[in-house]
């Protein structure tokens, strides 16, 4: 082995890598300082860090904890060196006070870059980036009759070690999510590159097979959802078992039942997978029943 | 199929998501226009864009038509309407001259969100930012001598609709790069979750297989980089073919020459790939020799 390749000139090319940038224009306009540190962060530059959105009743943020709780097992899996939970959780409660109802938007990323390249150079401060949205009234038709589904063309990658994370890296399911403009679809059910299937696009799925529930086991992509999570907890209460595991489409063929859950909706019905039309079935309206005082904000 | 929770649901569930953000912190602090706009930019949400990295030489920047084209050709891709290439081309010239040496990083992304959500909407107005940083002198023993590569733990999944592009979605590769830190490594290769031999994770590779030159096919994933263009456009000067083929780790371990490219570096020989050494071979040293004018900047 080249003993020269190998030592000092690696410590040399680091170095060089090291220097800021001496010019940032947004759209031919040298930037401000906020602006520059946004322009500079590596949340942009190769979607280093995660996001969670939460949704807020009568003031109050639903499910925080899970959200933290997947926040920080992502910036954990990322090494992502987050530390100001408390700052968070004191701007979380800020913004959602006094809203009856609003959705939030937390980005965590790796900061600003403090070298070129892709590589974290370690001494990165991460930032936070905190956004309201107005929040109106959900169709209730969703909730009640159900939503049809389609099975996307685009195929999800499989990477282990981004698996279940809420990270933003979402250019497949912006891909995925353009497939449904002027479709009369809501949602569209992805399967990855190894014939697995996954969630939605913006949902994760549950299936009734015979008297199983069962969800995707998300070890190859995909995202854990907040509500795939309560809804996990709901069925233990009911006494009824959740398997996670790899399921495919003819698994969607054989299911009795299929339900669609995030944080924001709660869990819809499937009512239709393309032409296949279902009815929402009895262990949907129980789950359903079991987390409605939880979405009305009587239980975070 | 149920047809009450297809058509008008449909429609109010769209415009719920078109509203702006009503408040918008970074770090806890309400942030300035400019700020704004990329706070709410959907390459920082969902890495949702792509970027160029682009050498300059005594004022000019080197091959600046294949990134453009490669650019291009991604805008089409990916559907993000950027029609201000002559802005930016302008925008290139001004930041790149005076410069004896300088690295130009541009970024176009799909631009503000508009709503909320994974889907654009189609008004969004793209996005270009410039960042220009100094670019000290490379060592030249790279070039010379070769450098050692290790093969990477991660591996890439596959998504044949993003393949190819220099997007914006990039946390494979600083999980792969993030690898080498405090290795006697440069750089990495990377193989994919179907056996496949990519790229390295900032550069192409190309191995030589008897008297044949081939680099990966990058069909379903990778970048393909402007210098692998450079590079086989230097080949056929030569008369040497080069063939874009599915690869393995057993071409690798078969390969007389290895040798990795990319816009900055030009050329580097491998010298050894983990335990495995080799020396840069002749058909490395011809290409070297034969697009070392256009790195000098004679050509562009």
Not at 7 to 21: G, I, N
Not at 34 to 39: E, F, G, K, Y
Not at 256 to 272: H, K, S
Not at 275 to 292: E, K, V
Request: charged residues 25%; aromatic residues 4%.
């Amino acid at each position: 082995m080249n003993s020269t390749a190998m030592s000092a000139p690696s410590t040399t090319h680091e170095h060089k890598e090291e220097e800021a940038p001496n010019a940032v224009w947004l759209n031919g306009e040298p930037l401000g300082l906020d602006a520059r540190s946004l322009a500079l962060d590596r949340g942009l530059h190769f979607g280093d860090g995660l996001f969670e959105t939460i949704a807020c009743r009568h003031g109050h943020p639903r499910f925080l904890a899970d959200h933290l709780a997947r926040l920080e097992l992502g910036c954990e899996r990322l090494r992502i060196e987050f530390h100001a939970f408390e700052a968070l959780r004191r701007e979380i409660a800020q913004l959602a006070s006094g809203a009856e109802r609003a959705l939030l938007k937390v980005l965590v990323t790796r900061g600003q870059a403090t070298a070129r390249g892709y590589a974290p150079r370690g001494d990165e401060r991460a930032s936070r980036i905190v956004l309201r949205y107005g929040w109106p009234l959900e169709d209730p038709r969703h909730a009640a009759d159900g939503v049809a589904v389609r099975i996307a063309d685009l195929v999800l990658g499989e990477n282990p070690r981004l698996a279940g994370l809420k990270h933003l890296n979402r250019l497949e399911l912006v891909l995925a999510r353009s497939e449904l403009r002027g479709s009369p679809f809501l949602e569209a059910l992805l399967l990855s590159s190894s014939g697995r299937l996954v969630s939605g696009t913006m949902t994760n799925v549950f299936v009734v097979l015979g008297t199983e529930i069962r969800t995707p086991r998300l070890d190859r992509c995909g995202v854990a959802g907040v509500m795939r999570r309560v809804v996990m907890r709901a069925a233990a209460e009911e006494g009824l078992a959740v398997e996670e595991a790899p399921l495919t489409r003819a698994d969607l063929d054989a299911a009795r039942e299929i339900f669609l859950t995030n944080a924001r909706i709660g869990i819809w019905p499937v009512c239709a997978v393309q032409s296949r039309t279902l009815a929402p079935g009895p262990i949907t309206r129980r789950l359903q029943a079991r987390i409605q005082p939880w979405l009305e904000g009587e239980r975070a």
